[in-house]
């Protein structure tokens, strides 16, 4: 009898370990889960969101990719000079109508640097689930802009993709690379600086902070643009959304060297986090 009981009293010992473990490590996956925000994958507000980063990344990407062309079939002079501008309207109506109502996004870049500076609520979640609704906005974008463009235009344009080395007349991977990495940092430099300032955003107001960006934006593709004088190289995508929707419906040249798009200002985003954290505090 005193046998079974001590035999009984260690099965029971064996169960308790068991149920704590399973408790233990349940708990860290609650834990993680949390940390993660997890739940908001159930929120309607941030699938309204998303949707709007849909649309809204769709449509710039038609306005922004068809205009771009206009100006390079144009017959002005130096028609990569018209660019700048037109990628400064473009952004800074888009930004004036939408970003009052949303984050306003439209590219996985701001998504992921604000997701770093904790500007984005619940960060992990839902800084994937707008990057997915940027990637799939390009993806429709490019799908209307084949529908209407010419098949000409499209073989002549790659359908507006973002090419490295078209026709063996391009640039290296590591010099596309490298004005990724450069124009991305700056593109940050110049605006975020200013929008992550919470003081100067209230002081500016938020036509003078969609001027901030659009300018921002248009600086850094007319140095991605001259810098190089290569006719085949289209310049930094600076958003790897734009770079996604066509290669994957044109595939082709617009695979070579893809993932510079995505590593040059990835990279980027990381190194301004940390360079952002030593910059001085206002009136400090």
Same mark, same amino acid.
């Given at each position: ?17 068991? =149920? ?56 002005? /002079?130096? /028609? &990569?000079?018209?660019? /700048? ?52 906005? =390009?993806?429709?974008? $490019? ?20 090419? @490295? ?15 990724? $990495? ?13 929008? $992550? ?16 960006? %659009?300018?921002?934006?248009? @600086? ?15 310049? %930094? ?12 419906? &044109? ?34």
């Amino acid at each position: 009898m005193d046998i079974d009981l001590s035999l009984n009293g260690h099965e029971g010992d064996s169960d308790f370990s068991r =149920s704590c473990k399973k408790v233990g490590q349940n708990s860290i996956w609650t834990a993680f889960l949390a940390s993660i925000s997890a739940h908001e994958i159930n929120s309607s507000e941030l699938w309204r969101a998303a949707v709007t980063e849909t649309v809204t990344t769709a449509f710039l990407m038609f306005t922004l990719v068809v205009s771009i062309v206009s100006c390079t079939e144009s017959h002005h /002079p130096d /028609p &990569q000079l018209l660019i /700048p501008g037109v990628v400064f309207l473009i952004a800074f109506f888009f930004l004036l109508a939408i970003l009052p109502l949303s984050s306003c996004h439209v590219n996985p870049l701001i998504s992921f640097i604000a997701a770093l500076k904790g500007v984005i609520p619940r960060a992990c979640v839902r800084a994937c689930v707008y990057m997915l609704g940027q990637c799939v906005g =390009s993806i429709i974008g $490019f799908l209307l802009i084949k529908s209407v463009m010419s098949p000409d235009a499209v073989a002549k344009y790659s359908l507006g993709g973002c090419r @490295i080395n078209a026709n063996g007349d391009g640039i290296s991977l590591g010099t596309a690379l490298m004005l990724e $990495f450069v124009c991305t940092f700056l593109f940050l430099l110049l605006a975020m600086t200013v929008v $992550f300032d919470s003081k100067r955003h209230k002081e500016l107001g938020m036509p003078m902070i969609c001027a901030v960006i %659009a300018a921002s934006r248009a @600086i850094a593709v007319y140095v991605s643009i001259v810098v190089t004088g290569k006719p085949c190289y289209a310049g %930094a995508g600076l958003n790897p959304a734009r770079c996604l929707g066509p290669a994957l419906l &044109q595939h082709g040249e617009l695979w070579y060297g893809h993932w510079v798009f995505w590593l040059g200002p990835f990279f980027a985003c990381i190194l301004y986090h940390g360079f952002s954290a030593t910059l001085p505090k206002p009136g400090g």
